[in-house]
């Protein structure tokens, strides 16, 4: 059974740093592009950055320069460094892995930017 789970969520003044982990199980961790999602109140699930199997990243114009993924296969795990973050930035963040026609999501971690 393949499990997503997302820790590292919280309250965090603007300005702030965040680190956000997801660890996988059940699945070969390595042959799956990885991503976080997020999801604001009354809003669609958004994009935010993308981890191919080879480290290639990519990001929203929204996040660039702020947020950093990366991944370590080693661990199963794949990280969103969140920095300088905005009150724009609260949301659900989302876990996901890919690798058509495979798709798994975690459960989320709620991150709050507020002073």
């Known amino acids: 059974q393949v499990q997503l789970v997302e820790s590292g969520g919280g309250l965090v003044q603007p300005g702030g740093s965040l680190r956000l982990s997801c660890v996988a199980s059940?699945?070969?961790?390595?042959?799956?592009?990885m991503a976080w999602y997020r999801q604001a109140p009354g809003k669609q699930r958004r994009l935010v950055a993308t981890?191919?199997?080879?480290?290639?990243?990519n990001y929203a114009d929204s996040v660039k320069g702020r947020f950093t993924i990366s991944r370590d296969n080693a661990k199963n795990t794949v990280y969103l460094q969140m920095d300088s973050l905005k009150p724009e930035d609260t949301a659900i963040y989302y876990c996901?892995?890919?690798?058509?026609?495979?798709?798994?999501w975690g459960q989320g971690t709620q991150v709050t930017v507020s002073s």
């Open positions: 059940g699945m070969i961790f390595s042959v799956f592009t």
């Open positions: 996901n892995a890919d690798r058509l026609p495979l798709r798994y």
């Open positions: 981890i191919t199997t080879r480290g290639i990243t």
